[in-house]
């Protein structure tokens, strides 16, 4: 009985590992759904126009839902691990941007950031959905702002979390890279992927060496367009920052930052709660760019305490 119950371990452990080494693509994703399925979200898809919008749905039915907006280079399940702090309590809508993702991948559209907010209103208005929390990272957090400025009806709350689209009073690491044509933030090999996300995250999650070969064979097929994309965003913040529209922000609006961002200065925090009427800001030490990724668990509790204090 113990050689056999032996024997049985060993083939427990060997087989995910040759899955691993033969064929990893299929046990990353098996990973992913393991993630989406612990937050208690499921994928969904929507017609917005002539486009197919996919989107995981999950959490407490009832109430506006917190609509989570990703931010450039990332996708729906950048939010997979904030999602099990907060499906108990809220209704949550997650989807993938066009350009990004599982969503459409077109290179003769506009991407920027007034035509992203226009194409998240109408995914909005395909749901149904009249008003909403709106949260968003990054570049996702550049449209959340914009969307408060162009549709205020729109939202109950605004959270941003190391948001893109304000200037601040010192440049990031990231302004300062020279301009060579190339967007630092399109990797071009996997161990470029692996620097790209040590340049994101203060202390980036260890991913075995087969699973960076897979998202990245996942992502170079579309490093043409994420170029474009990426100089657009670049020509917007430089020629249509929303520093001197903050005050036109009519929501409560929660700011989340992490101290250590390399991609978007935290000086932008000063301006954000010297600009927006009613805000509320945390700063987390030993974080960049991804608090929701390099700290969910704490970043949820923030926000939930937000929330709560707005009635929610």
């Known amino acids: 009985m113990l050689?056999?119950?032996?024997?049985?371990?060993?083939?427990?452990?060997?087989?995910p590992l040759l899955m691993y080494w033969l064929s990893p693509r299929p046990v990353l994703y098996w990973i992913r759904d393991r993630l989406r399925i612990?937050?208690?979200?499921?994928?969904?898809?929507?017609?917005?126009?002539?486009?197919?919008?996919?989107?995981?749905?999950?959490?407490?039915?009832?109430?506006p839902p917190l609509v989570l907006v990703h931010g450039f280079g990332g996708d729906k399940d950048n939010w997979s691990m904030l999602a099990p702090h907060l499906s108990h309590r809220y209704p949550l809508i997650v989807p993938d941007l066009v350009g990004f993702g599982d969503n459409a991948r077109t290179p003769d559209v506009a991407y920027d950031i007034k035509s992203q907010t226009d194409r998240l209103i109408g995914f909005l208005d395909a749901l149904g959905i009249a008003e909403c929390h709106l949260v968003g990272n990054s570049m996702g957090g550049w449209i959340?702002?914009?969307?408060?400025?162009?549709?205020?009806?729109?939202?109950?709350?605004?959270?941003?979390?190391?948001?893109?689209?304000?200037?601040?009073?010192?440049?990031?690491?990231?302004?300062?890279?020279?301009?060579?044509?190339?967007?630092?933030?399109?990797?071009?090999s996997a161990p470029d992927l692996k620097r790209l996300m040590a340049f994101i995250a203060h202390k980036p999650r260890y991913i075995p060496a087969r699973f960076l070969d897979v998202a990245f064979q996942d992502r170079v097929a579309n490093n043409g367009l994420l170029d474009k994309i990426f100089w657009t965003i670049v020509e917007d913040g430089e020629q249509r920052p929303l520093n001197a529209r903050l005050k036109d922000v009519a929501v409560p609006t929660l700011i989340i930052w992490g101290r250590e961002d390399r991609l978007i200065h935290v000086s932008c925090v000063a301006e954000l709660e010297a600009g927006i009427p009613v805000n509320e800001a945390v700063v987390f030490?030993?974080?960049?760019?991804?608090?929701?990724?390099?700290?969910?668990?704490?970043?949820?509790?923030?926000?939930?305490?937000?929330?709560?204090?707005?009635?929610?």
């Open 3 to 15: 050689r056999l119950t032996l024997i049985i371990i060993g083939i427990a452990i060997l087989i």
């Open 38 to 63: 612990k937050g208690g979200l499921t994928l969904n898809s929507v017609r917005v126009g002539d486009v197919d919008w996919p989107y995981l749905e999950g959490g407490r039915k009832g109430g």
């Open 144 to 188: 959340a702002l914009q969307a408060a400025l162009d549709h205020p009806g729109r939202l109950s709350t605004l959270t941003l979390v190391n948001n893109a689209g304000i200037i601040g009073s010192q440049e990031s690491e990231l302004q300062k890279l020279p301009r060579d044509g190339h967007s630092p933030l399109v990797p071009t």
């Open 285 to 312: 030490d030993n974080v960049g760019h991804v608090p929701m990724l390099e700290k969910p668990a704490q970043t949820a509790a923030v926000m939930r305490r937000f929330l709560a204090r707005h009635g929610y």
